[in-house]
């Protein structure tokens, strides 16, 4: 099992450009996440999903979007990209709400200049 | 909203020393995780508490969750080169699905 993959692994954008970040799992988890982590501080939630087709805010969902059309991908948007967007984003899954351990993708590093 | 609070941000031992960070809730929790990051890499699972007063062993690793189930602990026992990374506690109240991560304790051994 690859488990947790993340593509890519390291983006340069512009400010105002856009992109997708793609996470995807091969475990047959149902909920998937969204993270950014910035220097000194811990993981932020953006979006979750609790199943196909459904998705829903976290803790800094503002300027990004995301659409879980399969179990086994969560997509990650960013329509207008802004330089407080530099980040490192972590996609991560879990099973289910009792076996609630979170496997995380090994991250993508993104750039906004 | 729901605070957590990570203490120490940082720690720089020298290796054989013992290691402890703690986290604290503002509020009573469901349950607790604590996760490992090394350096360049992603988080990784160690462990979970759920029980008032639960301790859980990982080798030289102890987990405690506090009685009032606001609070937990991470101690390291004789440091060693591998122990390097920053340490996460993670805390999820009743019933809903997301975490809420700690600010991290950054670990450094020195040989």
């Known amino acids: 099992n690859a488990g947790v993959t993340q593509t890519p692994k390291f983006r340069v954008l512009k400010t105002g450009q856009s992109m997708t970040l793609l996470c995807a799992q091969d475990m047959n988890h149902e909920y998937m996440y969204w993270y ?15 199943g196909e087709g459904t998705t829903a805010k976290g803790e800094v969902p503002d300027g990004y979007n995301v659409s879980r059309l399969k179990k086994q991908n969560f997509l990650l948007g960013l329509e207008s990209a802004a330089p407080s967007q530099t980040s490192v984003y972590f996609c991560a899954s879990s099973y289910s709400l009792r076996n609630y351990e979170q496997y995380f993708g090994p991250g993508t590093r993104l750039t906004v200049t | 909203g729901q605070q957590v609070m990570q203490i120490p941000q940082y720690q720089h031992v020298q290796e054989g020393e013992d ?51 606001k609070n937990s602990s991470l101690h390291i026992t004789a440091t060693q ?31």
């Open chain 1, 36 to 50: 950014r982590q910035d220097p000194g501080m811990g993981l932020r939630l953006i979006h979750y999903s609790v």
């Open chain 2, 81 to 111: 080169t591998t122990d390097v990374g920053t340490y996460f506690c993670a805390l999820r109240m009743d019933s809903s699905y997301k975490l809420i991560f700690g600010s991290g304790t950054r670990l450094l051994v020195r040989p």
């Open chain 2, 19 to 69: 290691f402890t960070t703690y986290c604290n809730s503002s509020t009573t929790l469901s349950n607790i995780q604590w996760y490992k990051q090394r350096p360049g890499g992603h988080p990784v699972f160690l462990i979970q508490l759920v029980k008032s007063g639960e301790v859980k062993k990982q080798k030289r690793l102890t987990f405690q969750f506090g009685e009032a189930k």
